[in-house]
């Protein structure tokens, strides 16, 4: 089982509509939950971060975390073709000698104007 | 604002052969970090450093080996490049480890073995 599980699109939403992201784990003593977004053949930039459950909104970005069920999801409202791109789901991985951000393999989206 | 500069931005090796990837960052971050992205892919912690002198391996070291002797720079460097380490690299840094952590990533490396 992947440490970090995404669907990997691509994900295509009109222009206007909610694009829906979603991110599983497998640790269950992952406490930091983060969501990456990648344009084509540049580098990551972080967007969004969350540690508790429920919802943490910024802007037209919404992310929920629910530890129980051990999914994060990322909302976009009001998508924009600005926003395609790459989603990467990033976790901190609790176990091990070396708490690292894993990473996951990423969902491509694409919003039609 | 230079942030997290790397270079060479493409590099094409023949296999056998060896080179450094510089990166250099100038926020005075404490940790760096050296990812690898296949295509398609997630991206793979290679190596990362809490220090200047302090450096230890991530998920894919095999292939790689890091040198961290001031705070500003963490250079990886490839020994025998195989085709397997064909992908792109990506140097980061980060004030700390903390839940507050967010990554500064350079521009990326395109590498190339043939």
């Known amino acids: 089982q992947k440490e970090v599980e995404q669907n990997s699109g691509p994900l295509s939403v009109p222009e206007g509509a909610i694009a829906s992201l979603n991110c599983t784990y497998s640790?269950?003593?992952?406490?930091?939950f983060f969501w990456y977004r990648q344009y084509s053949g540049k580098s990551p930039e972080l967007i969004m971060s969350?540690?508790?459950?429920g919802d943490k909104e910024d802007g037209r970005f919404t992310a929920q975390l629910n530890k129980a069920s051990q999914y994060v999801s990322l909302l976009i409202r009001d998508s924009q073709p600005s926003d395609s791109a790459t989603y990467l789901c990033?976790?901190?991985?609790?176990?091990?000698?070396?708490?690292?951000?894993?990473f996951g393999s990423g969902t491509q989206l694409t919003v039609l104007p | 604002n230079a942030g997290v500069t790397q270079t060479p931005k493409f590099r094409i090796l023949k296999i056998g052969q060896s080179m450094t990837l510089q990166c250099t960052q100038d926020?005075?971050?404490?940790?760096m970090y050296w990812y690898r992205q296949d295509p398609g892919m997630g991206l793979k912690l290679i190596y990362y450093s809490v220090g200047a002198g302090i450096t230890d391996k991530g998920e894919v070291p095999n292939g790689y080996n890091v040198s961290r002797s001031t705070t500003e720079d963490f250079p990886l460097r490839l020994e025998l490049a195989a085709p397997s380490q064909t992908s792109v690299y990506f140097c980061?840094?980060?004030?700390?480890?903390?839940?507050?952590?967010?990554?500064?990533f350079g521009s990326g490396t395109q590498l190339s073995v043939l």
């Open positions: 926020m005075n971050h404490n940790y």
């Open positions: 990033a976790v901190r991985i609790s176990s091990g000698s070396a708490r690292q951000l894993t």
């Open positions: 980061a840094s980060s004030y700390s480890r903390g839940r507050g952590e967010k990554l500064f």
């Open positions: 969350i540690y508790s459950n």
């Open positions: 640790d269950r003593g992952s406490q930091s």
